[in-house]
C-alpha cells in the first residue's frame, strides 16, 4: 500500500462510502480505513434472537453518560456502518428544513444555503442508493427534477389496509422512499429489512452502493480492523500531515494530500478533541442532536397483520405544523414488521404466545421528532472515555406528535396504541457534532464541510448537519459527501 495516498477516509458509513464512490472516478488514490470488519455473510444474520436479544451485531464498548454513569450506546462498528442495519428510509430534508423554523422547544437554525443548493446532490445521492419512491404522494416533498430511480415498494396487502383506514381517519400516508430492492430482499428470505443487517441482498446501504461503486475502481483500497490513533498537522497548523492507526498490532502511519473523517457524529468528534484540531470555535463535540423517537403498537384484534416487512408508508401531516397552524411535531412511519421475537426481546417478562398473539393483531410505527441544537449538549473526551451529555429538547412536541398519532390511530379502529420513548441507548439518527456554517467563529466546517481551521480537513458524516430535522438523514449525510467530493474533486485537479 502506498503511505503517501491523495485521499484518506477515516469510516466506511453512509458518509464515507459516499465520498469514496463520488471521488473513485477521479483516479486519485483513495485508502478507506475501517475499524470493523465486514458481517458475514450467514444465516444468523437475520436470526431475530442473535439481533435484538443477544445483540449479537453491537459493540461492547461502554460511554459515559451526563452523569458520568457507564451505559452502552448499541452503535455497530462493521463495514458499511449503521446503514447495515438501518431502515433504508431515504427522505429529502423539507425545503423548510433549511431555513429557521420556530419549534415549541426554541429555533431550529438555518442551514448556510438553501435546499436548491443540495438538490442536485440529493439527485445524485437518490440514484447511487437505487432509490424506490413516489416524489408526488407526500405534500411536503421540496421539489425534484424527476422521479425517483425505480417505482415504489408495494404496500402488502394488510398494510394496503391500514393505509386506508388512516385516510377515512383523516391524515394523508405518503409512500416512503426505500433503499430496497424487494424482489432481491425477499429471494433471501422471508424478513423485513428494518434492523436486520444486509447481506449484500437487496438492501441499497453503505457497503452494497458507495462502497461496491468506490471499489470496483483498482484507485480505492479498503482496510479493515484499522482504529486510527493519531491526526497530526504540519508545522504551521494549516494542514493534516499524518494519520496513524493500529492494525494487527502495528502502528501504520499515511501521509494524505487530504483526510476526511466519516466515523460518526460520537467518533468523528472525539477523535477531533484528542487530537486538538479543527476547534478554534470550541464547537467540535457541542450541538449533539438525536432525534427524539418513540415506537408505537396499534392493536386492534381483527386486523391479521401477515405482512413481512410492513415499512412502506409514512405521515407527515403534522411536519410544518400541528394541523392547526401551530409548531412543527415530526414525522410518523411504519417500522419494520416487530415479530414476536422482536417484541419477546424488548419485553421480556410477556409470554411467547403473548408476543404471537399481539404481533399478529398490530402495526408498527415510529414517531420522530427533532431534536434542537444545543451547545451543552455535547461529546467530551475524558482521557481514554467518552463522555455523551445529551440535553433533549422539543420534547413537549413529541409528546404532542406521538398523543396525536395514537388518537388517530384509534379513530382508524386501533382500540388499543401503546408507546415507549427511546433512550440514549437506542440511536436515534445522532449528529451536529461538527456542524457546517458561513461563520467560523460559530461553526466548526464550511458549506462544503471542509475545516475552517485545516485546509485538506473535511468531514463527511452527520457530525456536520446543523440541524436534525424530523427525517432520516442518511440521504442527507450522503448529499453531503457528495458536495464535498465535489470541492475536493478541484484540488485534485479532477
Known amino acids: 500500500m502506498n503511505r503517501s495516498p491523495d485521499v484518506v477516509i477515516i469510516g466506511s458509513g453512509m458518509g464515507g462510502a459516499t465520498l469514496a464512490a463520488a471521488l473513485a472516478p477521479t483516479g486519485a488514490e483513495i485508502v478507506i480505513l475501517e475499524r470493523g470488519e465486514q458481517i458475514p455473510d450467514d444465516a444468523p444474520a437475520r436470526d431475530p ?8 451485531f453491537r459493540s461492547d464498548e461502554t460511554w459515559l453518560d451526563g452523569q458520568g454513569k457507564r451505559f452502552s450506546p448499541g452503535n455497530y462498528y462493521n463495514v458499511g456502518g449503521n446503514s447495515k442495519f438501518y431502515g433504508a428510509v431515504l427522505l429529502r430534508y423539507r425545503r423548510q428544513d433549511f431555513q429557521a423554523m420556530e419549534h415549541e422547544g426554541g429555533i431550529s437554525p438555518a442551514w448556510p444555503f438553501p435546499y436548491e443548493t443540495l438538490a442536485p446532490y440529493y439527485a445524485a445521492a437518490e440514484t447511487l442508493y437505487q432509490v424506490r419512491g413516489d416524489v408526488t404522494s407526500d405534500a411536503t416533498e421540496p421539489t425534484h427534477d424527476g422521479p425517483y430511480p425505480f417505482p415504489p415498494v408495494p ?12 385516510v377515512k381517519a383523516g391524515v394523508r400516508p405518503f409512500t416512503l422512499p426505500l433503499g430496497v430492492d424487494i424482489d432481491t430482499w425477499l429471494s433471501h428470505g422471508a424478513d423485513g429489512w428494518d434492523g436486520y443487517p444486509d447481506i449484500r441482498s437487496g438492501k441499497m446501504d453503505a457497503e452494497t452502493c458507495g462502497l461496491a461503486a468506490a471499489l470496483s475502481h483498482d484507485n480505492v483500497m479498503l482496510v479493515t480492523g484499522a482504529r486510527v490513533t493519531g491526526l497530526e498537522t504540519e508545522a504551521g497548523g494549516r494542514r493534516i500531515a499524518r494519520v496513524s492507526y493500529d492494525k494487527d498490532g502495528e502502528t501504520v502511519t499515511l501521509t494524505p494530500r487530504f483526510v476526511a473523517l466519516a466515523a460518526g457524529a460520537v467518533q468523528s468528534a472525539a477523535l477531533l478533541l484528542r487530537n486538538g484540531l479543527a476547534n478554534s470555535s470550541d464547537q467540535v463535540g457541542r450541538n449533539f442532536m438525536n432525534h427524539n423517537a418513540s415506537a408505537l403498537i396499534a392493536y386492534d384484534p381483527r386486523f391479521v397483520n401477515d405482512s413481512t416487512y ?28 416487530v415479530v414476536p421475537k422482536i417484541l419477546k426481546a424488548n419485553v421480556p417478562s410477556l409470554p411467547m404466545a403473548a408476543c404471537r398473539h399481539i404481533s399478529r393483531h398490530a402495526v408498527d410505527l415510529y414517531a420522530i421528532s427533532e431534536d434542537l441544537p444545543d451547545p451543552e449538549s455535547r461529546v467530551v473526551v475524558k482521557g481514554d472515555d467518552i463522555q455523551l451529555i445529551w440535553r433533549r429538547s422539543n420534547m413537549v412536541a413529541h409528546h404532542r406528535l406521538v398523543e396525536k398519532t395514537k388518537k388517530t390511530l384509534k379513530a382508524a379502529g386501533f382500540p388499543i396504541v401503546l408507546s415507549r420513548l427511546f433512550d440514549g441507548r437506542v440511536p436515534s439518527h445522532q449528529c451536529g457534532t461538527a456542524r457546517i456554517g458561513s461563520d467560523p467563529k460559530t461553526a466548526v466546517l464550511d458549506p462544503d464541510c471542509r475545516s475552517f481551521d485545516h485546509d485538506n480537513l473535511f468531514v463527511a458524516d452527520a457530525s456536520a448537519l446543523p440541524t436534525s430535522a424530523a427525517v432520516n438523514p442518511a440521504l442527507t449525510v450522503a448529499a453531503l459527501a457528495m458536495k464535498a467530493a465535489d470541492a475536493m474533486r478541484k484540488e485534485l485537479g479532477a
Open 310 to 337: 410492513q415499512k412502506t408508508f409514512g405521515i407527515n401531516d403534522w411536519y410544518l405544523s400541528d394541523g392547526h397552524n401551530g409548531s412543527p411535531l415530526g414525522n410518523v412511519q411504519l417500522l419494520g414488521r
Open 155 to 166: 404496500d402488502e396487502p394488510a398494510i394496503a389496509a391500514v393505509r386506508e383506514r388512516l
Open 49 to 56: 434472537d442473535r439481533i435484538y436479544k443477544n445483540s449479537a
